[in-house]
């Protein structure tokens, strides 16, 4: 059972359940279940958001859909992620947790690449019922762009403040965000960021989505406007995602202030 009665948003990053090293749709099939498992033991009240890894960034990169409209593009983007989104669904479910996969593309609509409004009484009724709405970064109309690319990085604070979440956290394949010496740094705020901020960059694969410095920016854009700390730590590393979930702090933290 997990700590507390709040809600909790958690993405597993692409880089985890999927080879972001790997040209196209290479999933990590023996990862997906093993963190379908470690779900599975804490699943009430839970909102999962998964990464695109190599089943969305080559495509997105290769139509170029963060410059230009490209329709068809879009398309084989958005119907390259919803297959591992139909992968994911199914091996929580295999695990035993009630998992619905929901495709940003049919409830959001984005505005210069921000989310401008998500459909979100379906979401609300599925935790109040039970069920774990497993969302992922995505293609979504844009109503200045035509579509944009919607990252799970933006899907999470988002779904948090609206959804009034107690924790949120962002598995991906590193400790955590590391310093110059590849140190994990424990906590980062608003006052040391400016300090922090020559660390992190991009990801080191293919990626159109900022990698870590585009985690670190969504956290400390919600720490703002809330005072939910957030947990950026390695899902890669078995134990982890359990952990998390049962209420450890881990990885580094992102908060308003030094606490
Ligand atoms: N200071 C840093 N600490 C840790 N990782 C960093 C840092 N700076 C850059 N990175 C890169 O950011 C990557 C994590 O971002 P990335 O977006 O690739 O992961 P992901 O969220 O798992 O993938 P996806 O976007 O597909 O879900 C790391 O693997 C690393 O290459
Ligand atoms: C590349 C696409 C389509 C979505 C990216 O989502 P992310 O992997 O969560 O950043």
């Known amino acids: 059972m997990k700590k507390g009665q709040g809600i909790t ?17 290479a999933a990590r099939y023996e990862e997906i279940e093993r963190i379908a498992r470690e779900i599975s033991e804490f699943d009430t009240g839970l909102v999962i958001v998964h990464g695109a890894g190599s089943f969305g960034h080559p495509q997105a990169k290769r139509y170029e859909l963060n410059g230009k409209f490209d329709p068809r593009g879009s398309i084989i983007t958005h119907l390259s992620v919803k297959d591992l989104n139909k992968l994911v669904v199914s091996y929580l479910n295999d695990a035993g947790v009630n ?36 969302l992922h970064g995505d293609v979504v ?18 779904l948090a403040f609206k959804l009034k979440a107690e924790r949120i956290g962002i598995g991906s ?7 110059g010496s590849g140190k994990t740094i424990g906590r980062i705020t608003p006052d ?3 300090q922090i901020k020559q660390f992190i960059s991009g990801s080191a694969n293919t990626d159109v989505t900022g990698g870590m410095l585009g985690k670190v920016l969504e956290l400390l854009n919600l720490s ?11 899902a890669g590393q078995a134990g982890n995602v359990s952990g998390f979930l049962s209420g450890e702090d881990i990885g580094t933290a992102i908060s308003k202030a030094e606490y």
């Open 9 to 25: 948003v958690l993405k597993i990053g692409g880089s985890v359940i999927t080879d972001k090293g790997k040209n196209e749709g």
């Open 99 to 134: 998992a619905i996969g929901i495709h940003p593309m049919n409830c959001v609509v984005s505005d210069d690449a921000r989310i401008k409004s998500m459909f979100l009484a379906h979401i609300q009724e599925m935790i109040d019922r039970g069920f774990v709405p497993v």
């Open 141 to 158: 109309m844009d109503e200045r762009l035509g579509t944009s690319v919607l990252s799970g990085d933006q899907i999470v604070p988002y």
């Open 173 to 179: 394949a590193a400790e955590g965000v590391l310093d």
């Open 192 to 194: 040391n960021f400016d």
């Open 224 to 234: 703002e406007s809330s005072n939910i700390t957030s947990y950026i730590f390695n």
